[in-house]
């Protein structure tokens, strides 16, 4: 379904996976999906998501999506420009986690970002999934998207 990694200098994420405990009846949340692609918006939606996590006593698992249905690589002068990549983002990561005191897990995946945020929420029983706000209006839009389909609650971060 989908494949990550975690470097062993990170920490480690606990909390509601499909090999961990379920709680029953805790109060807030437990498990946070976060869609991140680096942008501004991305990163106020990591930010907001690991104060929560924290407050909540809760674990996060970042999403990078590569998108198969837009070009993967766009062309400026034969030159190709090449997205952020999950390995680039996860160096990124450890700067913007590092002290917040929280679990967490990268995880980077191919598709519709929609779809697959809300698919590693299913598998992984989160609470909630956290997204920024669309940079491209054009191309649809995730956090609404989500807002529509998804079956837990959408955190639409400014």
Excluded at 48 to 70: H, K
Aim: glycine share 10%.
């Amino acid at each position: 379904m989908f494949s990550g990694s975690t470097d062993p200098r990170w920490e480690p994420l606990a909390g509601r996976l499909p090999a961990g405990r379920f709680e029953i009846g805790k109060d807030g949340a437990g498990l946070l999906v976060v869609g991140f692609d680096g942008s501004g918006p991305s990163r106020n939606a990591l930010a907001y998501a690991a104060g929560l996590a924290r407050r909540d006593e809760a674990a996060l698992l970042i999403a990078f999506v590569e998108s198969l249905n837009t070009a993967a690589l766009w062309f400026f002068a034969g030159s190709p420009i090449i997205p952020d990549s999950g390995a680039d983002l996860a160096d990124d990561l450890r700067d913007e986690l590092k002290g917040a005191g929280v679990p967490w897990q990268f995880v980077s995946v191919r598709g519709d970002a929609a779809r697959e945020l809300e698919t590693l929420a299913n598998a992984y029983m989160a609470d909630a999934i956290v997204v920024g706000r669309s940079r491209h209006s054009w191309c649809g839009s995730v956090a609404a998207t989500l807002a529509k389909r998804a079956r837990r609650t959408v955190l639409i971060v400014p």
